[in-house]
C-alpha cells in the first residue's frame, strides 16, 4: 500500500475527501496500476487521503475507511472499485459506520468500466485516472442526505384465478395475509380446469384443483372476486390503491347456492348456445353455470341471449324458480376500491388462434380441432362425456397430433411454447385409451425436459403412437389415392426417412402455442411494469429475480411471463407469494434518496413536467398552481428534472453543479 | 450639494432598441435625468473616447453597456467602461445571451463576410473587396476594428454585476433597477433584475395550459388564426414562456403572439435552448422517427426559435469548420 497521505493540509475550503481505488484481486490490479492512480489522486485538489487495497469491500477495507474518516476528519468519500450494482451498498455502510452521511460518498466503476473492457495497461490507468478525478470533483457538491421509509400495507391482491393465482392466494392467506383474488372469468380455475389429465402423471386435473378452488373460496383470509377486472392502479410500493370493475352477472352471489334450479327452469328447455368453457362443442342455456364445480359456484346470465334482456317479454321462470330470489334483471356494474401493499399479476396466457395458419385448415375442415377442444373431449365431465367424436358425431380410426402450430415458428411465432409436446403426446394417450384410434404425432423436435418427462415420452413409444418428425406442410381433403377418400390428409416431409409422406386421417388434433393474453399490453401499462418483444411479462432479472418486476411490489406469475406447465407455474406462484410476504413483513419499504422535488417558489405552474413521469409520481396542485412530486412514487429517473424549463425540479445525486463538475472532471486533466 | 451620481449608457453589436427603451421610460426619463449625470451616451449627446478615458477610474457610479461583444472597438470600450464605472449592468438580451447577433455564430466569420460583401443578393463588388483593419490611402492609415470570429455577451468579456434582461428590458424593469441603484438597494452580485421564475407565472392564458400538451403539429403565428385566450403551446405554437424568465408582465402573449424568450433562462438553467427544447420535445405526441421528423418540421429554424437570444450562451459554443 501506497503512502500518499503525508500530513496533507487543506489550504482552500474544499471538503476533505478520502479517495480509496481497489485491486480487487488481479480483476482491478492486472489491467491498472492501481498504485499510481493513487498517487495521482492524491495530488487532485480536496483529497487528503489516498491508499490503494487488495480488496477494498472486505471487512478490513471497510474498517480502514472507517478509521481514516474519524482520523483524518474526511468529510467525503471516493472509492473507485467495481459496480455501484455490487458495493455501493457495501461502502455507503462503511462511510456511516465512521460517521459520515452515506451519501457524501462516490462510486467510481473502473472495473467493468475499465480494467475488464481493456487490453492496454497505461490507457486503461489513465482512464482510470479520469474517472477518478471525475468523482472526486463531483463529490464536492454532494449533500447528506436521508432514506425515507414508508409502511407496508400487509393486505395482497392477486390478479387472476388460474392455478398461479389460486396458489399464490392461498399461500399468502395460509401465511395469515388477506388477499383479495380478481378473476376476469365467471369463475376459477383457468385454463387448468378445463384439462382432463395432467402430463406425465396423468392424473385428473379437477381432482387435484378443484379443492384448491373450494379452498379459496372458503378460506376467511381470501375475498373472491370473480367476474371482475381491475381497471386502474394508483400508488407504489406497499401502498396501491386499486380500482375493481365488478361485471354484473345478473345474479346477486351472496343469495345464490348453485342449486341450478333456475336452469332447469328457463323457457329455453335445451340448451342451445355455443358454450365458451366447452370450446363451443357442447350447449348452454342463457342462465348458466361454467361446470359443475365452478367456484363460486353461482349461476349467470348472458343479456346477449336471455329473452328477458333481449325483448323485456320473458315470462322470468328462472326468477319464479329460485326461491331465494337471487336473480336480479337489474344488476348493475359496481365499482369497488381495495388497498394493498402487494399486488401478484398471475394473467396467464391464451392460445394461438389456429386460423392465423389457414393451410392447417382449422374453421374450414370439421375434422381439424384446436388441442383445448380436445381436452374437453376426452374429459369425462365433457360435452360427450369423454367419447373422442368428431364433429358429425362419427368416431375417429386415425388422428394426427401436428406440434408447434403458432410456435418455432418464424412466421407466427418464434419461442418455443414448452408445453405442446408433453400434452401433445397426453392426448395421444388419452385418444388412443378413448377411442383405439391410430395416432400419429407430427413433431420438430420432442422436448421432454422435466422431471420424468422423458419417461412419459418412452411410455408413448411403446404404447404404439406413431411419431414422424417434420413440420406439416397443409392438411387436405383433396385425395390422390382411393385410401385418401373422405380423409383428411397431411403432407409433411419426413425428415428422419427422407422423403415425403401422405398420411391420411379423420381427425387433425393442432397444438397450438401459448401467446400473451390479448390485452397484455394495457395490463402491463395499467400496473406499471414492463414487457419483452413478445409481449410476455418482463421479469427483473431472468434468473435472479424471476418474479420480480422492475416496479416494487409487483410480482408476476405463471405463464403471464412466459410459457410454462403446471409444476413451474405453481413454484413462481409460490414464489411470488413468497416475494409478497418478505415485502409485507418487513413492515417498511427503504426508498432510495435521488428523488427528484419541485422546488415551490421557483415553478410557474406550467406543468411541462407532469405527463412525462412514467410513475405518475407528479400530480399538479390547483390551488398552488405548481406541480408536486410525491417522493415515495418517484424512482429517481430524472425525466422531469431534465425536462423542466426553468430549472425547477432538482434531483437529489443529480443537481447540475454534480453533474456538470463530473463532466469537467472527466475531461479535465 | 454633492455631485449627481454619474451615470454611462454605451451600445456594442445591438440595435438601438435598447436605448429606444430608456426614451421609452417617457416623463420618468426627467426623473432620471434629474437624479444623475449622464458622461457618456453615443446615441443621444456627443462624446469622444478620450473623454471616458481620461475620467480617473471607478468616478462613474453605473454604466450601462447594450449589445454583444463583436469587434475588437466593443472590447476595447467596455474594457475601459469596466475600469471607470463601479457597477456594471449588463443591458439588454445581447449583452447578457448574444441576443440577434449571436446567431452569427452558427457561421464561420468568413462566410459570413463572403456573403455579405460577395454573394449576398444586391452587392455590385466585382473586385470582390472587403473591409480591412488598416488601409493605406494618399499617405494616410484609415483603420477599422477587428471582426472577432465569435460573437460574445458582456460578461464573457468583463466582468459584470448586474442583468437587465430583454430585448429590449422593458420601462418598468429598467426604471425599478435604476432606483434600486440609486437607493442602494441592490441584490447580491451576478443578479439578473427581473423575477427568478418562468413567465407563465405571470401569464393571462396559464390556467388554459392543459396537463399534457401533447403536441401532434407546430404551427408559426402566421398560419393560425390565434385563439386570445388559450395557451399558445396548447395551440401549437412554439411560446418559449416556460423557459424564459418573467418581468415583462407576458407582453407578448398578452398581444397574441408567442413568447421568444427574450428575458433569457432563469437562474437555474445554463442553456435555455437546450432546456426548452428537452421540455417541448418530450411533450411530442408521435414516438416513431418518421413521424417524429414530420413534427419537427413545422419548426424550419430550430436555432432561431429556440436560441434567439441566447446562443453565446448555449453550451455547444460555435461552428469552427
Request: with cysteine; hydrophobic share 40%; charged share 25%.
Amino acid at each position: 500500500m501506497a503512502d500518499n497521505n503525508a500530513n496533507k493540509q487543506q489550504p482552500n475550503g474544499l471538503p476533505r475527501i478520502g479517495f480509496y481505488i481497489c485491486h480487487c484481486g488481479s480483476n482491478i490490479a492486472g489491467t491498472i496500476d492501481v498504485a499510481d492512480v493513487a498517487k495521482y489522486a492524491a495530488g487532485l485538489p480536496g483529497v487528503v487521503v489516498s491508499r490503494d487495497y487488495k480488496y477494498m469491500c472486505s471487512d478490513p477495507g471497510q474498517e480502514m475507511i472507517a478509521q481514516d474518516i474519524r482520523e483524518h476528519k474526511l468529510e467525503r468519500l471516493v472509492v473507485a472499485a467495481c459496480s455501484p450494482n455490487l458495493h455501493e451498498e457495501t461502502f455507503r455502510k462503511a462511510a456511516a459506520k465512521g460517521g459520515l452521511n452515506s451519501f457524501f460518498f462516490q462510486m467510481v466503476n473502473i472495473r467493468e468500466h475499465a480494467s475488464w473492457v481493456h487490453e492496454d495497461k497505461k490507457a486503461a490507468t489513465a482512464k482510470a485516472k479520469d474517472l477518478a478525478r471525475a468523482a472526486v470533483y463531483r463529490v464536492r457538491f454532494h449533500k447528506a442526505l436521508e432514506k425515507q421509509q414508508v409502511p407496508v400495507d400487509p393486505n395482497v391482491l392477486v390478479v387472476g384465478g388460474g392455478i398461479a393465482g389460486i396458489h399464490a392466494a392461498l399461500t399468502l392467506a395460509n401465511a395469515g395475509k388477506k388477499v383479495t383474488l380478481v378473476e376476469r372469468e365467471s369463475t376459477i380455475g383457468g385454463h387448468m380446469a378445463a384439462f382432463d389429465k395432467t402430463f406425465p402423471t396423468l392424473d385428473c386435473a379437477a381432482c387435484i384443483l378443484t379443492p384448491k378452488m373450494s379452498a379459496v373460496k372458503s378460506h376467511p383470509n381470501i375475498t373472491l372476486w370473480t367476474y371482475s377486472e381491475v381497471s386502474k392502479v394508483e400508488g407504489y410500493v406497499g401502498n396501491y390503491k386499486v380500482t375493481v370493475k365488478r361485471k354484473p352477472r345478473y345474479v346477486i352471489e351472496d343469495l345464490c347456492v348453485g342449486c341450478m334450479e333456475c336452469i332447469d327452469a328457463c323457457v329455453f328447455k335445451e340448451p342451445k348456445f355455443a358454450d365458451k368453457f366447452n370450446q363451443g362443442l357442447g350447449k348452454r342455456k342463457p342462465v348458466y353455470i361454467d361446470f359443475p364445480q365452478a367456484t363460486p359456484k353461482v349461476v349467470m346470465i348472458d343479456p346477449e341471449t336471455c329473452i328477458q334482456f333481449k325483448t323485456g317479454k320473458c315470462k322470468k321462470s328462472c326468477a319464479e324458480a329460485c326461491d331465494r330470489k337471487a336473480i336480479d334483471f337489474d344488476q348493475k356494474e359496481e365499482v369497488k376500491e381495495l388497498q394493498v401493499g402487494a399486488i401478484i399479476l398471475a394473467t396467464g396466457f391464451k392460445t394461438f388462434d389456429a386460423k392465423k395458419e389457414p393451410h392447417y385448415g382449422y374453421g374450414k375442415y370439421p375434422g381439424v380441432f384446436t388441442a383445448l377442444e380436445i381436452e374437453r373431449l376426452v374429459n369425462a365431465s365433457g360435452p360427450t362425456s369423454g367419447e373422442v367424436v368428431l364433429r358429425d358425431g362419427k368416431h375417429p380410426k386415425a388422428v394426427g397430433i401436428i406440434h408447434c402450430v403458432g410456435s418455432r415458428d418464424e412466421k407466427t411465432n418464434k419461442w418455443c411454447s414448452r408445453v405442446c409436446c408433453m400434452y401433445s403426446l397426453k392426448l395421444a394417450h388419452l385418444i388412443k385409451e378413448h377411442s383405439g384410434a391410430e395416432v400419429y404425432n407430427f413433431y420438430i423436435d420432442i422436448r421432454a425436459a422435466g422431471k420424468a418427462y422423458e419417461e412419459f415420452y418412452d411410455k408413448l413409444l411403446s404404447e404404439g403412437v406413431h411419431f414422424i418428425r417434420g413440420r406439416v406442410a397443409e392438411v387436405t381433403d383433396w385425395a390422390m389415392t382411393p385410401e385418401e377418400e373422405g380423409k383428411l390428409v397431411l403432407r409433411v416431409e419426413d425428415t428422419l426417412a427422407g422423403f415425403v409422406r401422405r398420411v391420411p386421417v379423420d381427425m387433425v388434433v393442432l397444438a397450438t402455442g401459448l401467446e400473451p393474453q390479448a390485452d397484455a399490453q394495457e395490463v402491463r401499462r395499467r400496473f406499471n411494469i414492463g414487457c419483452g418483444n413478445e409481449g410476455f411479462f418482463q421479469e427483473r432479472h431472468p434468473k435472479l429475480a424471476p418474479v420480480n418486476t422492475f416496479t416494487d411490489g409487483i410480482f408476476i406469475a405463471g405463464a403471464c411471463q412466459s410459457p410454462k406447465d403446471i409444476p413451474d407455474t405453481v413454484a413462481q406462484a409460490g414464489a411470488a407469494a413468497a416475494e409478497a410476504l418478505v415485502l409485507i413483513d418487513a413492515g417498511h419499504v427503504e426508498l432510495e434518496p435521488n428523488t427528484s422535488h419541485v422546488v415551490e417558489e421557483e415553478c410557474c405552474g406550467c406543468k411541462s413536467c407532469v405527463p412525462l413521469c412514467p410513475y405518475t409520481a407528479i400530480t399538479f396542485d390547483e390551488a398552488k398552481k405548481k406541480a408536486v412530486i410525491n417522493e415515495v412514487i418517484c424512482k429517481g429517473c430524472g425525466v422531469c428534472a431534465a425536462a423542466c424549463p426553468s430549472g425547477s425540479i432538482r434531483q437529489n445525486l443529480f443537481e447540475d453543479e454534480e453533474i456538470f463538475s463530473e463532466i469537467e472532471g472527466v475531461l479535465g486533466k | 450639494m454633492p455631485d449627481k451620481p454619474k451615470v454611462a449608457f454605451y451600445w456594442c453589436a445591438s440595435c438601438g432598441g435598447c436605448e429606444e427603451a430608456v426614451v421609452d421610460l417617457a416623463e420618468d426619463i426627467l426623473k432620471v435625468v434629474e437624479a444623475v449625470d449622464i458622461v457618456l451616451w453615443p446615441v443621444a449627446m456627443d462624446f469622444k473616447k478620450a473623454d471616458i478615458a481620461a475620467r480617473p477610474d471607478k468616478s462613474v457610479a453605473v454604466a450601462f453597456i447594450n449589445g454583444a461583444i463583436r469587434t475588437s472597438e466593443q472590447e476595447e470600450w467596455v474594457h475601459m467602461l469596466r475600469r471607470k464605472a463601479q457597477v456594471v449592468v449588463s443591458f439588454g438580451a445581447c449583452a447578457n445571451s448574444g441576443g440577434i447577433p449571436a446567431l452569427a455564430n452558427q457561421f464561420k466569420k468568413e462566410d459570413i463576410l463572403k456573403f455579405v460583401y460577395e454573394d449576398c443578393p444586391g452587392i455590385d463588388n466585382p473586385q470582390k473587396i472587403r473591409p480591412q483593419t488598416s488601409t493605406v490611402d494618399e499617405g494616410r492609415t484609415l483603420t477599422l476594428p477587428v471582426l472577432h470570429n465569435m460573437v460574445r455577451s458582456l460578461d464573457q468579456v468583463i466582468e459584470v454585476d448586474y442583468y437587465l434582461p430583454g430585448c429590449p428590458p422593458t420601462p418598468k424593469i429598467i426604471m425599478s433597477a435604476v432606483q434600486a441603484i440609486l437607493a442602494g438597494k441592490l441584490p447580491a452580485r451576478g443578479t439578473v433584475l427581473s423575477p427568478d421564475i418562468a413567465l407563465c407565472e405571470e401569464c393571462k392564458r396559464k390556467d388554459s395550459k392543459p396537463a399534457d400538451l401533447a403536441l401532434a403539429e407546430f404551427k408559426r403565428p402566421h398560419q393560425v388564426q390565434i385563439d386570445p385566450e388559450k395557451c399558445l403551446l396548447a395551440q401549437g405554437l412554439v411560446c418559449m414562456g416556460p423557459a424564459t424568465r418573467s418581468g415583462c408582465e407576458a407582453l407578448c402573449p398578452s398581444g397574441n403572439m408567442p413568447c421568444t424568450g427574450c428575458f433569457g433562462p432563469t437562474s437555474r438553467v445554463k442553456d435555455q435552448g437546450a432546456k426548452f427544447v428537452s421540455s417541448v420535445f418530450s411533450n411530442i405526441v408521435p414516438k416513431e422517427e418518421k413521424d417524429i421528423d414530420a413534427v419537427l418540421d413545422g419548426i424550419p429554424d430550430p436555432i432561431g426559435t429556440f436560441y434567439r437570444y441566447g446562443l453565446s450562451k448555449c453550451i455547444l459554443r460555435r461552428k469552427l469548420n
